[in-house]
């Protein structure tokens, strides 16, 4: 009985493996069979293309030498720079490029040992198409000598075009378009830049109006420009081409970045407090409240000699940073009262806050706590008493800053500092876009040129940009990712937004901003972006009336002041503190 059902137990786990390593096989019989397939599919899409490209190069060789050109390029004739082919099911894309070439044996531009610089014609054909792993390219070149072996010179110029990044490398492989419909026959080329960042055409038609394009695929993009009424002076403007002269430029482009710009109502200040109407947010150890105020208990007329009063927990929606603690009480002689920070009933550790096992006697800031650490506190008294009187808080606070609270839907212009031209309105900038925020109050831009940008919200928004964290301009560098977060006030007629700033370019937080003039005297703290902001204001600059002064101090740095402050409008002010 029990042999048979061993027996069966094997028989099962025989199956199991055998249907397990059957398994296996056929996998990787499928997986070489798919392996396979995709060889023979790859090997036969390579071949039409081989033939596509060698059927071009053929006919290329058929024709006459000064029949060698293409649709719109330079040299001209009737090829056409790209076509779609349709082979055995397979879409092929077949680029035809025909340019003149100098040849090194006897020298090259103006060391050319005759003078003529156009000594043949190459041919270069591409055929791509989409494969499983992406797009693949075969490429074939050939070199077409004039028919008589004399080289001959070409009525035209070389247009020699440079393509560099932001740090002034060449950027191989760069597409760079050609376009001049003034010049006969109409000239629309494309070509791209060999390993050094270098495109250079040969013959070009003598001519002016050569608008150069100048990209790549996650680049930028450089180019000429027209003169019109708003861009009176082009710059660049479009190339010209003299006879047997060389047009030389330089195009600059780098790779893209992202920018998301989130708008925001301020970081504000908000007060926890207690005057003690009722014990209900205290846990009291031999104190009570009475008549408003925490006091010790009594018996007979006698005080304890020591009891406490710890509240209970402050958690502030929306915490960005700690800021004060203070009090209102009396002690008598013969009494006192210390304060101490608690956590969920635990002292705060003299380590996060010094002093703090101790107690405290004058009011505090708690700038140095943590919120992470810290997201709540609670606030404690001791009172002691030598029985005969003894000593009452009648309130206490806390002061922290919460937000920012989104601000959805609105509008601002980003312009950044690169110009192409001039014109009545002055420079005109290359990026001036208006952009709104979206229904969260962020909105991300995609493919953004490096360039130094200045983000403005119009008086029609209702507001007024009060701090921005980086501070304005924002700097973005080639393919990075950038975040600007903008607070946003009530908009008023004049207003002023001063920047605080280390010699070395750091924002400087928690310095003392004092703007003065007349009977104006106001001080701001800057915020954690270094920056103070006075709305409100009248206006007032040098020469037409009198303008504001400033004064700004900050601990480790000497002190700056400017009696030159103009406000109009929304006006803005940097200041930069020497340690």
Not at 288 to 315: K, P, Q
Not at 325 to 347: C, E, H, K, M, N
Not at 511 to 529: E, M, W
Request: aromatic content about 8%; glycine content about 10%; some cysteine.
């Amino acid at each position: 009985m029990h042999h048979r059902v061993r027996e069966r137990g094997v028989t099962l786990l025989d199956t199991v493996v055998g249907t397990a390593l059957m398994l296996v096989v056929f996998s990787g019989i499928a997986a070489s069979f798919q392996l396979a397939v995709y060889a023979v599919g790859n090997n036969k899409s390579r071949a039409g293309a081989i033939a596509l490209t060698n059927e071009r190069l053929e006919y290329v060789r058929s024709l006459s030498y000064n029949s060698v050109g293409t649709s719109g390029g330079i040299p001209s004739g009737a090829l056409a720079q790209s076509e779609t082919i349709s082979l055995n099911d397979v879409s092929y894309t077949r680029r035809t490029f025909i340019s003149y070439e100098d040849d090194p044996g006897d020298g090259v531009g103006g060391a050319d040992s005759n003078g003529i610089t156009v000594d043949y014609k190459a041919a270069k054909v591409s055929v791509s198409w989409v494969s499983r792993q992406g797009t693949r390219t075969i490429t074939m070149t050939t070199r077409l000598s004039p028919p008589t072996g004399i080289e001959s010179a070409v009525p035209g110029g070389t247009l020699a075009i440079q393509v560099t990044n932001d740090a002034d490398a060449g950027v191989a492989n760069a597409q760079v378009r050609i376009v001049n419909s003034t010049v006969a026959p109409p000239i629309d080329l494309t070509t791209f830049t060999d390993s050094a960042g270098i495109a250079s055409i040969l013959g070009a038609p003598a001519g002016a109006g050569y608008q150069i394009t100048a990209t790549k695929s996650g680049y930028s993009t450089s180019q000429t420009y027209s003169a019109s009424l708003v861009n009176t002076n082009p710059i660049p403007a479009h190339l010209g081409v003299a006879l047997n002269q060389t047009t030389a430029a330089t195009f600059e482009i780098d790779l893209l970045s992202t920018f998301t710009v989130q708008t925001f109502e301020p970081i504000e200040e908000e007060a926890w407090s207690d005057s003690f109407a009722s014990a209900d947010n205290l846990t009291l150890v031999d104190t009570t409240v009475d008549a408003g105020g925490i006091v010790l208990v009594a018996e007979e007329g006698v005080y304890a000699i020591a009891g406490t009063a710890i509240s209970s927990t402050i958690t502030p929606t929306n915490l960005v940073g700690w800021k004060t603690i203070s009090w209102s009480d009396a002690a008598p002689a013969g009494t006192s009262v210390r304060y101490r920070v608690y956590q969920s009933g635990a002292l705060v550790s003299d380590g996060d806050l010094p002093g703090n096992s101790a107690g405290f006697t004058a009011p505090i800031s708690i700038a140095g706590l943590s919120t992470s650490t810290y997201p709540s506190l609670q606030l404690g008294a001791e009172l002691t008493s030598d029985t005969t009187a003894t000593p009452s808080v009648s309130s206490w606070q806390i002061t922290y800053d919460t937000g920012p609270t989104p601000l959805p839907s609105i509008p601002f212009t980003m312009q950044g500092a690169k110009t192409i031209g001039s014109g009545p309105g002055g420079p005109v900038s290359k990026y001036s876009v208006s952009h709104t925020s979206d229904g969260s109050g962020s909105i991300l831009i995609p493919d953004i040129e490096y360039d130094t940008y200045t983000l403005t919200v119009p008086a029609s928004s209702g507001y007024d940009i009060s701090s921005s964290c980086a501070p304005q301009p924002t700097v973005i560098t080639p393919n990075s990712t950038v975040t600007t977060q903008l607070y946003l006030s009530p908009h008023t007629t004049n207003s002023l937004l001063v920047d605080v700033k280390s010699a070395g370019g750091a924002v400087v937080p928690n310095a003392s901003v004092q703007l003065t003039r007349g009977a104006y005297n106001t001080t701001v703290t800057s915020d954690a972006c270094g920056q103070a902001f006075f709305p409100g204001l009248s206006a007032g600059s040098v020469g037409t009336d009198n303008p504001y002064a400033i004064e700004v101090t900050a601990g480790g740095f000497q002190p700056y002041s400017s009696a030159t402050v103009n406000v109009t409008g929304t006006s803005r002010f940097s200041t930069i503190l020497d340690l």
